[in-house]
């Protein structure tokens, strides 16, 4: 160790910085800086118009403060059963399509023209968000719970199709061409070399989509597609805070409920 | 039984694996193929089912030409030709039993294999490979659950199961220690005289080439190089297939020393 350091006692070490041209470092920063104070001043900012919604917020949280199950608990109820029907329905449509798109998007086992369509529906499917798609079935379908579950079906399949594929370009190859040099064909190959490989993720990732989708299908009732965002939205538009703080708390306590419980099903197939 | 003529391979970025390989092997041969990595072992015994396409060349099996076949009439001679590997290649989350049995899939429909249900006749026979090659106890454990040694006896079983003629071997004993691949190569080589195989093993340990088989083929950059007795490989032709080195050392060397250069990949 010595040896080493006599040779030079003193050298300097620095990390070499992130942007090696000095100007251009310091001019990014404050071309940032500028940027930030032109759009603060941008954004009008009315006084009163805040003050008033300030007293608004306080009667909201006020209402909030005192749920109220009981004065619209069918409505309640009918939403709720909506939205876990939706849940179920979606979640398991969504993963019976996943598998062979998932399938085909694995660029070890498909054929480039199959490759490429099922990665395109997966691009559709994640572009998105989940209520865009949600208008665009409610307009299709119109307002309701089936509107719901193919906007949650459709986007199950980017999340799921798109994980399992790239789960199958991972696994290892040489059980692949074990089963093939016995001669067996595609779909023996793929229920011996590929599923074994794949199936306690893919049994955990629909149980983590089963609860996303219990979340989104809170979301997309908003804009109509049945469930009990449909009930949550109604009571804002009737002001019935308390009534909506009810639903809130119900959403809170399944989505924490479905969640313990797929934490502890993904924990055991680990 | 086998018969290899002037097979090319070109992979797609130019690289020539194989110039214009000609082999036969008779009935019941037992041949190692020998040679430096990337001399196109793997290669060639992998045109041999076309795992790997060849670029020309020519592949006879008996009377049928393995290089003109359609996909149907290939997966149907692939039942006749077993394949063991390097790296074992078991399905590590089936079961022993599951991992045997797969080698009858070319037999058996797709709904037989999805339910597992196996004609009684080859479930007979895979408890009977089980107890040949010693694992009469392991029956449904998991693949992963087994050491290497253990994992290559069920990946034999597997490629006997098929009731091939021809057996191809890739680097058996490459992830074993050297007890253990003695004992695998004497076990590959006793099945394919009870049962009357060809084999080919590809083998990167010489010496133990040596002792289990009754030919060696040679292999350098795509071209044989060497085909004859295990003990005509004399110092000069090892340095003909591996290139210039002191064979004599090691070859009378202790054993905890590096048998050969060339037994490292």
Not at chain 1, 51 to 74: C, H, K, N, T, Y
Not at chain 1, 246 to 266: C, G, H, K, P
Not at chain 2, 159 to 171: G, K, R, T, Y
Request: charged share 20%; proline share 4%; net charge neutral.
């Amino acid at each position: 160790m010595a040896e080493v350091a006599s040779s030079s006692p003193h050298r300097h070490w620095r990390k070499p910085p992130w942007i090696q041209n000095r100007w251009l470092r310091w001019g990014m920063v404050l071309g940032a800086l500028v940027y930030l104070a032109l759009a603060i001043g941008s954004v009008s900012v009315d006084s009163a118009r805040i003050a008033r919604g300030l007293e608004r917020g306080g009667r909201m949280i006020a209402a909030f403060l005192q749920p109220d199950f009981v004065s619209r608990w069918d409505d309640i109820q009918i939403g709720v059963l909506e939205s876990l029907t939706m849940t179920v329905v979606s979640t398991i449509a969504g993963v019976l399509l996943s598998v062979p798109i998932g399938l085909g998007a694995a660029r070890n086992i498909a054929p480039t023209p199959i490759y490429l369509i099922c990665r395109g529906i997966i691009t559709v499917s994640r572009t998105f968000q989940e209520v865009v798609i949600a208008i665009v079935f409610v307009v299709m379908f119109g307002f309701g719970p089936l509107a719901g579950v193919c906007t949650l079906a459709f986007a199950t399949i980017g999340f799921l199709a798109k994980l399992l594929a790239e789960d199958i370009e991972e696994i290892d190859p040489a059980p692949l061409e074990a089963i093939r040099a016995t001669g067996a064909g595609w779909l023996k190959t793929i229920t011996y070399a590929v599923m074994p490989q794949v199936s306690a993720r893919l049994v955990g990732l629909s149980v983590y989509r089963f609860d996303i989708n219990l979340r989104e299908s809170a979301i997309v009732g908003i804009v109509g597609a049945g469930g009990i965002g449909s009930t949550l939205q109604a009571t804002f538009n009737r002001y019935d805070y308390d009534v909506a703080s009810a639903i809130l708390i119900i959403i809170i306590t399944l989505v924490m409920l479905t969640e313990l419980i797929s934490a502890q099903i993904r924990k055991r197939l680990q | 039984m086998l018969r290899i003529e002037q097979l090319v391979k070109r992979y797609p970025t130019g690289d020539a694996a194989l110039r214009g390989v000609s082999l036969t092997v008779s009935e019941g041969q037992v041949m190692a193929l020998i040679g430096p990595s990337g001399a196109g072992k793997s290669t060639l015994i992998r045109c041999v089912n076309r795992l790997v396409e060849p670029t020309s060349g020519k592949i006879w099996l008996r009377d049928t030409e393995i290089t003109a076949l359609n996909q149907r009439q290939l997966r149907r001679i692939r039942r006749r030709i077993g394949m063991i590997f390097q790296e074992y290649a078991l399905v590590e989350r089936l079961s022993v039993m599951e991992n045997i049995l797969s080698g009858r899939l070319g037999y058996v429909n797709f709904w037989q294999s999805w339910f597992r249900r196996f004609p009684q006749s080859d479930i007979d026979q895979a408890f009977n490979l089980l107890e040949r090659v010693g694992l009469s106890d392991f029956v449904d454990k998991r693949a992963d659950e087994l050491s290497g040694g253990q994992r290559q006896r069920v990946g034999i079983a597997r490629a006997l199961i098929q009731s091939p003629d021809l057996l191809l071997v890739d680097e058996p004993t490459a992830s074993l220690d050297p007890k253990t691949s003695r004992q695998i190569m004497r076990l590959i080589t006793e099945l394919a005289r009870e049962r009357g195989l060809a084999v080919i093993i590809n083998i990167h340990d010489v010496p133990l080439a040596q002792m289990f088989v009754q030919r060696i083929v040679g292999l350098r950059a795509g071209e044989i190089v060497y085909d004859g007795p295990p003990d005509g490989l004399t110092p000069e032709r090892l340095s003909d297939i591996y290139g210039a080195e002191d064979w004599g050392a090691s070859q009378t060397a202790v054993p905890e020393q590096e048998p050969l250069l060339t037994a490292q990949e």
